[in-house]
């Protein structure tokens, strides 16, 4: 499958009754929908019980709904039973090991396709590598299954198990490694080598994402809605970018046309990849 067309998504806590009802008018182009950390143990219960509802409420605007589950299986099983239903076509799968964990959890969510009469298989993934030991596996994790759509490496919990700080020093290695792991399946590279948490600083905050964004990232997560218009604008393409691209392009094919390799574009000299870069921004501005 292609990957998706994603800038932005929101975490709201599942039996977060506020934050859900008005999570459809925050620009997000995915909502997630959280049973993982942002849920105590003995709410796990009850935030599967709200999904339905949950559901319903956050993708009305006609963005993509996923769900966060569990790590411990004997959690993300039922978890998997509670998310897999109509309206949610992503599952976000935490403190992922390797390939063989995303086909494990891929064979679970295919029987409760199923069950429910989802067509197998149209359930996508989104894998977060939160451990040191997973590192070496991103490779593998980005190319296991079919489902895959994005990844992304968790820096809060990586950062705690190194015993580092979260942020661009500590992150980029493993960020420039998580970007390649994911253009080389075919997926989106999901985050930004900032602190994922700080919503108090909006300018770093862009100014990291348009770091990252140079870096190759393409989907970025937050759990603050201040922030989803900043990832937006930042991780899609401006007016002035989509404008210049056309430009590129046309400027090129004419070249071709005249049995020409290179041509001079607004002062540079431009070939192939430059102008499949530009391509890449038409595909990024629809």
């Known amino acids: 499958m292609a990957a998706p067309n994603w800038r932005s998504l929101l975490f709201v806590p599942a039996t977060a009754e506020k934050f859900v009802a008005k999570a459809h008018t925050r620009g997000a182009d995915v909502v997630i929908l959280d049973l993982e950390d942002s849920i105590p143990p003995a709410e796990k219960l009850a935030a599967r019980a709200a999904l339905p509802a949950a559901v319903k409420t956050v993708g009305q605007a006609g963005g993509a709904v996923c769900v966060r589950i569990n790590r411990q299986l004997e959690l993300a099983v039922p978890d998997i039973e509670a998310a897999v239903i109509p309206g949610v076509s992503v599952l976000m799968l935490p403190k992922v090991m390797g390939a063989e964990h995303i086909k494990l959890l891929s064979e679970v969510v295919a029987v409760r396709e199923a069950a429910v009469g989802i067509p197998v298989g149209q359930t996508r993934f989104i894998a977060l590598v939160e451990t040191p030991a997973a590192l070496a596996n991103l490779n593998a994790i980005a190319a296991a299954d079919p489902r895959m759509a994005a990844m992304g490496v968790g820096s809060e919990d990586l950062a705690t198990e190194l015993e580092a700080v979260p942020g661009a020093d500590a992150m980029y290695v493993f960020a420039m490694m998580n970007i390649a792991a994911c253009r080389a399946a075919g997926i989106l590279p999901l985050g930004s080598v900032g602190a994922f948490a700080d919503f108090s600083d909006l300018d770093g905050y862009r100014t990291s994402l348009q770091r990252s964004r140079k870096l190759g990232f393409g989907c970025a997560a937050c759990i603050h809605p201040l922030h989803v218009p900043i990832i937006n604008e930042e991780y899609g393409a401006s ?31 431009i070939d192939l990849p430059v102008v499949d870069r530009a391509r890449k921004v038409l595909a990024r501005a629809r």
């Open 239 to 269: 007016a002035a970018e989509v404008d210049r691209a056309r430009r590129l392009i046309a400027c090129f094919e004419e070249a071709l046309a005249k049995g020409l390799g290179a041509v001079a574009f607004e002062g540079a000299m």
